[in-house]
Each structure stands twice: as C-alpha cells, then as structure tokens.
C-alpha cells in the first residue's frame, strides 16, 4: 500500500507570511499533482510535476519533487487569504496493462488571516 | 465547455438504505473515477471506469458498486448504508484513453451524503 503523508495537516498564519507544504512517501511516483480544494468544491489541480528535481513556480507558489521521486513540497510566498484551502498532494503509479493509480494524502488545511 | 457534473449535491438517507450517485464527466472525456472523501481517511479511490468498463478498483466493500454508459456517464451505487459512508463523494473525468504520466483529473463539487 503506497501511503503520502503531508505536513502539516494544520496551518494557520498571517497574509504576507511564507509557508512551505510537505508530502513524503516510502514509495516512487511517475509524476506527482498538487490540487487545491476550497469548501464544497472538488479539488483543483494546480500543477503536475514529473522529472526527479523538477521545479515549477505558478506566481508565488513553488512546487519541488524530490530527486527520488518519493517527496514534494509546496512553497507559498507573501501568502495571501485567497490562499486559504485545502492543499492535497497526490502520487500517480502505473502498473501493467490498467493498473493506473492515484492515491492522494489527507492534505494540509491552510488559513491565511488578513 | 462545462465541467464535471455530480447529482444530487447533498442527500440524507437512513442505514440499510441504497443510493445512487450519478456524474456527467466533461465533453469528451471517457475516463472517470470515484473517490470517496472523509476528514480522517483524507481521499480514498473507490474506482475508475473507461469505455463502460472498470478498469481500476480501490479496496472497498462489495456494497460499493459503479457503472459507465456509453456516453460516459457515470453512476456510483452503495446499497445496505452504514453510519460510516457518510462522506463526501467526488467524482472526476479525464482526457487521456491511454494513460501515460500525464493524467490531469478534474473534479466535479461532490455529492454529500449523510448517513442517519
């Protein structure tokens, strides 16, 4: 069973505050996807990230994965309260024939206060 | 272009009850999976179906039951309700027929079910 495990599961900071996100693993993903889910709404892919070390900035949000492929982790500058949801990391294995799986973590609530 | 479409958003039953949750994945899209979302297990996968078939399934119970029509559409099934399936239910379309590493899901808003 491949687990993600994100921290913090709670965050709470002030606009103009930085944070980082992690997402950790036991196991290699082909590619990794970061959504952001706000209340009674589904969750929106912000960003796929697939190369060992890969980089990817969307405005102030900085998306790392791990050389092995087994870590992310989501970096917000100067965060602002339309920031605030629930950020999900989700690892996409692939198997033989139709063995396509995601399997995401339990995500990290973030509030922005103003 | 539309997005993904749940029904009914928000739905009471009692236990013992059935419910069938439909979905209408985006224009185009024939790929379209379940997941079942709760505060302590975070996102759970219950299954995939592409071109009517089910190609992938998470470890559910046998209640948990799915199907896909031939224009995608999608409709979930839990019969025998427990306290326990009360989540919400999320349900998402993709693009790719062959899944390479670039599967971008989108999610429709979830249908809430509540289990009395």
């Known amino acids: 069973t491949q687990l993600l495990e994100q921290s913090p599961q709670f965050l709470s900071i002030q606009e103009g505050e930085n944070l980082t996100v992690y997402c950790n693993s036991s196991?290699?993903?082909?590619?990794l996807q970061w959504y952001r889910q706000e209340p009674g709404e589904g969750p929106v892919l912000l960003v796929t990230?697939?190369?060992?070390?890969e980089v990817k900035k969307l405005k102030r949000l900085t998306f790392q994965f791990g050389d092995a492929r087994k870590d992310s982790s989501l970096h917000i500058t100067a965060a602002q309260p339309g920031d605030t949801g629930l950020y999900l990391c989700?690892?996409?294995?692939?198997?033989?024939?139709?063995?396509?799986?995601?399997?995401f973590g339990k995500g990290t609530l973030l509030t922005v206060n103003p | 272009k539309a997005g993904v479409t749940q029904t009914p958003r928000y739905l009471i039953k009692t236990r013992g009850q059935q419910v069938t949750l439909s979905c209408s994945p985006i224009?185009?899209?024939?790929?379209v999976s379940w997941y079942q979302q709760t505060p302590g297990q975070g996102l759970q996968f219950l299954f995939e179906?592409?071109?009517?078939?089910?190609?992938n399934k998470g470890n559910f119970p046998g209640r948990f039951s799915g199907r896909q029509f031939s224009n995608s559409r999608s409709e979930m099934n839990v019969s025998t309700l427990e306290l326990g399936d009360s989540a919400l239910y999320l349900c998402?379309?993709?693009?790719?027929?062959?899944?390479?590493?670039?599967?971008?899901?989108?999610f429709g808003p979830g249908t809430r079910l509540t289990v009395l």
């Open positions: 998402a379309s993709s693009l790719v027929a062959y899944r390479g590493r670039y599967n971008e899901q989108f």
């Open positions: 196991s290699v993903f082909s590619s």
């Open positions: 990230v697939v190369t060992g070390g």
């Open positions: 989700a690892g996409a294995t692939i198997g033989g024939g139709s063995n396509y799986k995601l399997t």
């Open positions: 224009s185009g899209h024939r790929s």
């Open positions: 179906y592409f071109s009517e078939t089910q190609r």
